[in-house]
């Protein structure tokens, strides 16, 4: 600004302003813009004092017109993309008389073109070189604003206009006094397989999804919250209470448009929420992006249902599940996983016509139970890993059997949703299973439901490449997802595995709800060509209800309970249990 004031001073000495009272006049209106635009503080400049000066000089110097434009750079520029300002404009048509164009330091362009009148005279000398230095003048003033404005967009957003880390730790800091969040919760939400969603629809897609989806997000939290992006498909929000259910219902299921023509994609999150106590005090921003990014590491190994809430029980877990990400690799490698065989049987005959796989730790001479372990794996590859380990030896066991003569059976392996985005499972299934030279028919792979419209495509996808390769597949849990008839329907399995939830209980009725269900989805499965099994059958009266309906196999307490290898091979050549009714 002083630099300008300079200028002017100038040119006020060199001769440029006469006696007359135009030049007077011209004087006074420039040293009061210079002075109007010279405040420090951009926030406490008066715009409309600034404009008014500009658009007295600009009918002053005989203007009709001045057009400003705004690049970010130079290649927007070439495109013209950019902002267009009509800075003052008298309302007669006219020709362009002189232009300014200002490139600052980080690449920004600003440019001012004024016009005449066709009836006005050309400009003298004079004229022109008082209507460049109002130009110059006013452009240096708009780029430092201009500057000030990308410096906040880098500052407190990303490059693609999402709020970013930094616009939500501000957010904190300026509600750090006690109770400035009571009534408030705190989020942090990733969508699922999200990867999915570029690998089918393409990269402009998924961009638009996250889009609409954050724009929609943006519009159910309200002006009393934020919205801010990590990074990636990973958000972070601050929301009334109030508006809880209606945000977890959006997180869990949303239908987002992916292209312009409004067709939709179902996608859900894992989420971590932080329900803030009131009164309670931001010491730091970690105090709340710890509590929500805790809870969303736990929500992404949930098995139903994806959103989870912090609490103390969270924090006192979280020592215990870094215990066992350090030790998972070095049990792996020491084979301290070992794999138990729960029976499948023919529910009339009592032949034991296959078996689940299912895992145990044994570390120090104790058994960690697998609800400690297996949800810890799910937060990360680690589950994938197991997985394939557990398969190996599975392999390494039918091989084992098939060499000493022994009947062998169908083993199915179960594998986690994490493998969903690996487009090439079937085959490093297959690498797998051929290694040990295992005939295809004796694996079966066990796969859970899905709950979005992306995992639905690669489920669909994966047991597709497994049943050209005569690999049996099922689909485990059989009712928990929103989209099980559709499931079934689409999806060529072999085998329904139905969750003991359909099972109805000793005491009802025939008529019952449950009675109805569980013979409704026998008879359907059946019908179709699916092979039927119920887990959790315990009683007798379960294993005649399954003989009623016609239920192929039964997995069970009434039969046994997950065995280790040695009392399995007992039941292989035992090859049958009696149970009478």
């Known amino acids: 600004m002083d630099g300008r004031k300079e200028a002017f001073d100038s040119e006020r000495g060199s001769g440029m302003a006469d006696n007359g009272s135009g030049s007077e006049q011209f004087s006074g209106l420039f040293e009061e813009l210079v002075s109007a635009m010279a405040v420090v503080n951009s926030d406490q400049i008066d715009v409309g004092e600034v404009q008014d000066k500009l658009n007295r000089l ?6 009709s017109k001045g057009v400003t434009h705004t690049y970010s750079s130079p290649a ?69 604003n201009r500057l000030q404005d990308i410096a906040y967009q880098f500052a407190f957003y990303d490059d693609q206009g999402y709020r970013s880390i930094r616009s939500f730790f501000k957010y904190l800091a300026w509600n750090g006094k006690p109770g400035a969040f009571d009534g408030m919760v705190a989020a ?81 999150a894992y989420v971590g929420v ?3 106590p009131d009164g309670y005090t931001v010491t730091d921003p970690n105090s709340i992006m710890g509590k929500v990014m805790l809870a969303y590491r736990v929500a992404q190994a949930g098995v139903n249902d994806h959103i989870v809430f912090y609490d103390d029980e969270l924090m006192e877990g979280r020592e215990q599940a870094m215990s066992i990400q350090q030790q998972f690799p070095g049990s792996l490698e020491k084979k301290e996983f070992v794999v138990f065989f729960q029976p499948k049987v023919n529910a009339v005959t009592g032949e034991i016509r296959g078996a689940e796989a299912l895992c145990r730790w044994f570390r120090d001479g104790n058994i960690v139970p697998p609800m400690e372990f297996i949800p810890v794996l799910e937060r990360s590859s680690d589950i994938c890993m197991l997985d394939f380990y557990v398969l190996d030896r599975v392999c390494g066991y039918i091989r084992k059997w098939l060499d000493e003569g022994r009947q062998v059976v169908r083993i199915s392996v179960n594998f986690s949703r994490k493998h969903i985005v690996n487009e090439h499972l079937h085959e490093d299934i297959l690498g797998i299973v051929d290694r040990h030279r295992i005939p295809h028919r004796f694996i079966e792979i066990e796969l859970t439901e899905t709950t979005t419209d992306v995992e639905f495509r690669a489920l669909q996808r994966i047991v597709g490449g497994l049943q050209k390769e005569g690999i049996c597949t099922s689909v485990d849990d059989f009712g928990m997802g929103y989209s099980s008839l559709n499931l079934i329907r689409v999806i060529p399995w072999n085998v329904l595995k139905v969750d003991r939830c359909f099972l109805p209980l000793g005491e009802e009725e025939n008529s019952s709800v449950n009675h109805i269900m569980f013979r409704n989805v026998i008879k359907m499965a059946k019908e179709m060509g699916l092979e039927t099994i119920v887990e959790g059958v315990e009683t007798r009266e379960q294993l005649q209800l399954l003989r009623d309906n016609k239920c192929d196999l039964a997995q069970g307490f009434l039969f046994d309970r997950p065995l280790p290898v040695e009392e399995f091979e007992k039941r292989l050549d035992m090859h049958k249990y009696t149970i009478e009714i």
């Open 58 to 63: 600009a009918a002053l110097l005989r203007l």
């Open 76 to 144: 927007d520029e070439k495109s013209g993309r950019g902002e267009t300002i009509i800075s003052y404009d008298n309302g007669k048509s006219g020709r362009p008389v002189h232009t300014v164009r200002i490139e600052t330091s980080l690449m920004s362009i600003t440019t001012m073109t004024v016009y005449m009148a066709d009836d006005e005279p050309d400009l003298t000398d004079e004229e022109l070189a008082r209507i460049d230095l109002v130009m110059r003048t006013a452009l240096v003033f708009i780029s430092r």
């Open 188 to 268: 942090n939400y990733n969508f699922r397989h999200f990867s999915l969603v570029n690998d089918k629809y393409g990269r402009e897609a998924g961009d638009r999804v996250l889009r609409n989806h954050y724009d929609c997000t943006q519009k159910l939290i309200g002006k009393n919250g934020i919205l801010c992006r990590l990074g990636g498909d990973n958000f972070v929000c601050i929301f009334p209470r109030e508006k809880l259910e209606i945000l977890m219902e959006y997180f869990r299921h949303a239908d987002v448009p992916y292209d312009s023509e409004g067709h939709t994609i179902r996608v859900s």
């Open 274 to 276: 932080f329900v803030i």
